[in-house]
Structures are given as C-alpha cells and as structure tokens.
C-alpha cells in the first residue's frame, strides 16, 4: 500500500517585508508583537495542515493557544481579527489563508506530475537502462548522476535574478526526468505505488529549486535506498494495521537516515 498523497508542505517562503503589509500593520497596531508572533504560528500550522486548512472550533482553539503558549481568549480574538482584515477566511469550520494556499500551487503542480508520470500499464516496462537491484548491476548509477550534473550548468547567462532562478528550476526538472527514467527499470521489482512514493520524496527541490533532496546526500547508493525504503514501508503498513502512532514523517525520516556509504559497483 502506497503512502497517503501529501497536501501539506515543509516550509513557506517568509516575505522579507511582511511586516510591513497593511494588514501586518493593523493587526500589530491592535496586539503588537504577540499579534504579528500568533500570526506568524498561524501561517506554520497550515503550512503543516492537510490542503493548508485548520480546523476551527472550542476545542481546536484551545488546544492551538496551548501550543502557541497564550490566552485562549486572546488567541480567538486575534483569529477573529485576522478573519476581519481578510488575512483569513473561515468556511465549513476550517480557517485558512487563500494568499498562502496560492503559494503552493506549482509545489503541487509538480507533484501531481511526477504521480502521473507512474500511471503505467501492466504490461512489462522496456527501459533502455538495464538495472538489477544488485551491488553488482551493470548500471554505474555514479555515472548516471554525473551525467545529469551538467544540466546545472545551462542558462547561467541569464541576466536577471528571475531568470536565473527560472532556469535552475527548468535545469533541476531536466535531472528529475532522468531519475525518473532510472526509476521505471525497477517498477517490476517495487511496483509503481511504491517508487511513485521514493520518486516524490527525493525528487523534492530545496529553497531555491537547484537540487533534488537526493542530490542533497553525501552518498547515494540507489539499490540500498528502494531496499531500505521497502523495508520501512512494510513498517508503516504493519504499524497501521495495530493502530500505532508512527507518523508519516517518522518513516521517511528512518529513511533519510539511512545512508549505505557504498554506490553500485559495476560487475
């Protein structure tokens, strides 16, 4: 069974003059530096939250104003606030921030892409990569990423900050489609629900889109990450079944950290 599809993110992009928003402006004017701090705890928790909405009623604010450490009635009274200046919008009992749901858009954009990119037929995958999950496969995986290294150095000419950071986004999407393409050679072995899992997480960009979170890791041995991945996976499924609390960031966090410190050999 496939983990379950990410409608969260990691982090958000905290504008440098945020603070300086009229609406910023008028709720520090009302509540000060515990206003702007509330607000800024906000934006983490939906950040955080399925599809970037929380919850709202009497016992979800009192369990958010322990977590933020103030008055619940404070807490409700800054909400209501917020709700009123527009930085939030309370529909079906959950609050949000249509502004900030905005900002993920191409985040999950990409991921719906690359889930698509596994929608394959149950007919046998023909690759023109020939990999076994073996230390001795005849792919030097090595290689392979060093091949896809040099898309990062395409359109360094260009002459903008936007520009620039467009073409290392277009250059890391160029690598990606090359990771995925070694990743189809191994779908008869994993099947396509669990490499669509180990493809959106490591395909994930940093901050400013010139890497991959594989890319990121001191060593990389392909064949020991899918086994490895596996293994957990099988984890979380057992744990499921008993009820337990494991988290999904508890699973891939086992499987960050578990890093071979060997690549593929070639026989």
């Not at 990999?131 to 150095?153: A, F, L, R, T």
């Not at 180990?198 to 020991?224: H, P, V």
Request: hydrophobic share 35%; glycine share 4%.
């Amino acid at each position: 069974m496939a983990r379950p599809k990410r409608n969260n993110a990691d982090y958000f992009s905290h504008d440098a003059d945020m603070r300086n928003d009229l609406k910023i402006k008028a709720l520090r004017n009302k509540f000060g530096l515990d206003g702007y701090a509330v607000w800024c705890m906000i934006l983490e928790v939906l950040t955080d939250r399925d599809d970037f909405e929380y919850e709202w009623n009497d016992l979800s604010a009192e369990l958010m104003s322990a977590d933020f450490g103030i008055d619940a009635g404070k807490l409700r009274e800054t909400i209501e606030y917020c709700i009123k200046l527009n930085l939030l919008e309370l529909s079906e009992g959950k609050i949000f921030s249509q502004k900030h749901k905005d900002r993920f858009d191409s985040l999950l954009t990409k991921r719906q892409r690359d889930r698509n990119r596994f929608i394959v037929s149950d007919n046998p995958i023909q690759s023109q990569v020939s990999v076994s999950d073996n230390p001795h496969s005849k792919v030097k995986y090595s290689k392979v990423k060093e091949s896809i290294v040099k898309y990062s150095k395409e359109d360094n000419n260009s002459k903008s900050i936007e520009d620039k950071s467009s073409a290392a986004e277009a250059a890391t999407l160029k690598r990606g489609d090359e990771f995925y393409k070694i990743l189809l050679a191994f779908v008869p072995t994993y099947g396509k629900d669990m490499l669509r899992s180990f493809f959106d997480y490591w395909s994930e960009m940093n901050k400013s889109k010139t890497k991959m979170r594989f890319e990121i890791e001191k060593t990389w041995n392909l064949a020991g990450r899918l086994r490895t991945w596996e293994r957990n996976e099988k984890k979380f499924n057992k744990g499921s079944q008993i009820q337990q609390k494991t988290t999904i960031k508890d699973v891939l966090s086992i499987a960050g950290n578990t890093m071979p410190n060997k690549l593929i050999q070639q026989s």
